[in-house]
């Protein structure tokens, strides 16, 4: 048994079918469920049952699962342990984000500033999508996350609020008849499939129940896409999205095929958070405490520019 065993095992047991696993793992299906069957051949116990809408893990395969994480963890921390005793503790950093779009000027000046107080400290910084920080924070892969999450607090983790970026209206395609309205109600969206940008935001059954509340149920799957791709299923017409006020703004200044409109219910609430896992390095603690001085300018909702009904 190899450690790849136990990812592809955790993959599968986290995607709930082969094919989701197969696409984040980069291998072919047949190729995975071959990985599978070698290791419960290995095992000698069955770890999942297939069934027609995906696979359910056995009794065994629970068990198998937890301790697997626990082996996964302690081989990514032996990992960082490493790299970070060749690259000395006090001066090395990993931080992962999300897409942060218009919002990224804040996170900006967060690291200018820890550069400026801290230049001895390298900052590695790499793309991750928000779902998938918390995994690589329990195991040790990254020191920080810069995440959007819609529930709060964070459930397993220490965080901190950089940004309230609340969604307050909708992106409609031009032309469509509620664009001829100065608001809209978001109950009335329902012919419209509802496309949504950013891949893995934290606390999706948060969003559902917010529209929920606010009258519109998604019966439907909603379409999940890239950001730009989502811009371009609006503008064809068909499609809408949520967003705030400021990052509206990006796109009433470069094309007249999607217009915003705010809705008549109260915002949804969404923030940008740094996450954390308990205890911190000292060079992670030393950035959480230039964050903190940096409030309000960083911590505070952030002050939205007036966009105009287009």
Known sequence: MELRHLRYFEAVASEGTFLKAARRLNLSQPALSKQIRDLEREVGVPLLERTPRGIRLTLPGRVFRSEGRRTLDDAARAVLSARRAHAGVAKHLLISHDELLFYAPV????????????????????????????????????????????????????????????????????????????????RDLGRLKFVWGLSDVLGRP???????????????????????????????????????????????????????????????????????????????????????????SASQPWNEPDVKPS
Do not use: N
């Open 107 to 186: 996170v900006a000046e967060l690291f200018h500033a820890f550069r400026t107080a801290h230049p001895d400290v390298v900052l590695d910084i790499r793309p991750a999508a928000s779902a998938d920080q918390p995994v690589a924070l329990r195991r040790g892969l990254i020191d920080l996350g810069v995440l959007y999450t819609f529930s709060w607090p964070l459930r397993g983790f220490a965080a901190e609020r950089l940004v309230d970026c609340a969604l307050t209206g909708v992106l409609l395609p031009a032309g469509y008849s509620l664009a001829a309205t100065s608001r809209v109600r978001l």
């Open 206 to 296: 948060t969003l559902r129940a917010a529209l929920k509340k606010r009258g519109l149920v998604l019966r439907a799957r909603r379409g999940q896409t890239s950001l730009i791709s989502a811009r371009l299923a609006i503008a064809a017409g068909g499609a809408w999205t949520l967003t705030s006020q400021a990052a509206a703004a990006l796109y009433a200044s470069v094309t007249r095929a999607v217009v915003y409109r705010p809705f008549h219910e109260a915002p949804i609430p969404l923030w940008i958070a740094l996450a954390w896992r308990e205890p911190v390095s000292g060079a992670a603690q030393t950035f959480l405490d230039v964050a903190r001085e940096m409030q309000p």
